[in-house]
C-alpha cells in the first residue's frame, strides 16, 4: 500500500474498525470522496483531519434499501429532507427509496424524474431510487431500467395505495421474464390476497390472525415457482413469517435466484407484548410472536435471510387512528430510518452476534442487493460512508428527538443500546458533534445503479 508521503483529506482510526475481512484495530484513509487506504491503527499519516475514535467502533455507513420517502405528493407524510436528516442521525447513508405513496407512483421514465427533481438539492444522504413493476406498465420496464433504477417492486396483494396495484399471478410471471432478459431484480411484496381476511378493532391479536403466516407462504411460493421458471432474479421484502425461512434455503439450495429481507420491528417486539389499540405497531405483515421472532434471527444468522432494512413508512398521526385505536381503519407503516442500527444491535449483541454481523445484514448485503458497488463496505476505492458507533451506549427513545416527519414510533420509551457518534458521507462530517443531528448543507447524491 502506497503509504508514503500522500497527504490525506481525512483518517479516521479505531481499535474496532468494521471491515469485510473483520473487526481490527486499524486506520481508514480519506482522499476526496473515497476510502484511499487501510492502514494501521497508529500508523503516522500525514491528513488535513485526523480522528481517532480509539474504542468507539467504526462501521461502513447503513445501506437502507426499503425507505418510503412519499414526495412529492404525500409530502405531508414525508419528504427527503426529513427522511435523510433521520438516516444521517441514524448512521444511514445511502437510502434506496420506494416507488409507490408517492405521487405519481415511480412507474415511468417521467415519475423517475419528478421524484429526482423533488430529491435534488435536499438530501443529507445519498439517494437511488427503485421503480415499480404494476399491471399495465410493462414498456416502461426497460426505460427505468436504463435510467438507473435500483430494480423494481411489486405487490402480489393491495398495496393500500390505489395508484399502485398489484400484480397478478400471470403478470408476476411475465414481468419475471422480462426483467430476466435485462438481469434486472424485482422485490416483491408477498402476501397472498386469498389468505388474508379483513379485520377492524382494537384487538392486535385479531388483526395478527388476520394476515396468517400462510399467506406469506403461499405469495412466496408463486415467486419462487415464477422465478425458477423465468431465470430472473427475485427478493422477498419484509419477511415476517418465519415458517418461509425453510422454503427460501431450499429454493436458494436449488439455485434459485432469490433472496430476503426482514425488518429491525420483526426482531425487536413480539406479538404478545403489543396492546390493544395501539396502532403505532401496525404494519403489514404484522409482528408475529416471540417464537416467531426466535426463528427469524436463526433463519438471518444462517444467512437465509440477507438484509436488515427499516421498511420505513410514516404517514399523518392522524392516519394511525389512534383515537378509535382501530388496525383495521390504522395506516400500516413503522417508522424506524433513525433507530434501525440502535434496535438490531441491542438484541444482536444480546445474542452474542458482533459488528461484523450488522454490517454484513445493514451495510454490505442492501448495497449489494441494490447493485450499488461503492457502498457498503470499508475498501480501498468505496465511497468513504462512515459511522462512529459507541456499541456500549444506552439510551432511552425519546420521540421528540427523531427527525423524521411526524416523531411517531412503537420504540417510544425502549431503552436501545448502541448510538451513533458521528456520520461521515462521502468524507464530509454530518453531523454535530454536540446535538447528534445534521447541521450543514445537504450533501447527499441521488445515485444511479452501478
Ligand atoms: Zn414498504
Known sequence: MPLGPVKYDLVVRSRHTVLPEGTRAAAVAVTGAAIAAIA??????DAASDVDLADLALLPGLVDTHVHVNEPG???????????????????????????????????????????????????????FWGGAVPDNDDALRPLHQAGVTGFKCFLIDSGV?????????????????LAAMDALLIVHAEDPAEVKAASGRDFGLFV??????????????????????????????LSAAECVAMIAGAKAAGIRLTAETCPHYLYFAAEHVPDGATEFKCCP???????????????????????????????PALKAFESGDFGAAWGGIASLQLSLSVVWTVARQRGRTL??????????????????????????????????????????????????????????????????QTWLRGTALLDPDRGVPDDEPVGRLLNRG
Not at 437510502?95 to 408517492?102: F, Q, V
Open 40 to 45: 494501521g491503527y497508529a500508523e503516522p499519516l
Open 74 to 128: 404525500r409530502t405531508d407524510w414525508e419528504g427527503f429532507a426529513t427522511a435523510t436528516r433521520a438516516a444521517a442521525a441514524g448512521g444511514v447513508t445511502t437510502i434506496c427509496d420506494m416507488p409507490l405513496n408517492s405521487l405519481p407512483p415511480t412507474v415511468s421514465v417521467a415519475a423517475l424524474a419528478g421524484k429526482r427533481a423533488a430529491a435534488a438539492g435536499q438530501c443529507w444522504v445519498d439517494v437511488a
Open 162 to 178: 390505489s395508484e399502485f396495484p398489484p400484480l397478478e399471478a400471470a403478470d408476476l410471471r411475465s414481468v419475471l421474464g422480462a
Open 209 to 238: 390472525a388476520s394476515r396468517p403466516p400462510v399467506a406469506e407462504r403461499r405469495a412466496i411460493e408463486k415467486v419462487i415457482g415464477a422465478t425458477a421458471a423465468t431465470g430472473a432474479r427475485a427478493h422477498i421484502v419484509h
Open 286 to 316: 404484522p409482528i408475529r410472536d416471540a417464537v416467531n421472532r426466535e426463528a427469524l434471527w436463526r433463519g438471518l444468522e444462517a444467512g437465509v435471510i440477507d438484509c436488515v432494512v427499516s421498511d420505513h413508512s410514516p404517514c399523518p
Open 356 to 421: 461484523d454481523d450488522v454490517a454484513r445484514w445493514m451495510s454490505a448485503a442492501p448495497a449489494r442487493l441494490a447493485g450499488l458497488p461503492a457502498k457498503g463496505r470499508l475498501a480501498v476505492g468505496c465511497d468513504a460512508d462512515l459511522v462512529a458507533f459507541d456499541p456500549d451506549e444506552t439510551y432511552a427513545v425519546e420521540a421528540v428527538r427523531l427527525l423524521h416527519r411526524h416523531p411517531v414510533t412503537p420504540y417510544a420509551g425502549r431503552t436501545l443500546t448502541g448510538r451513533v457518534r
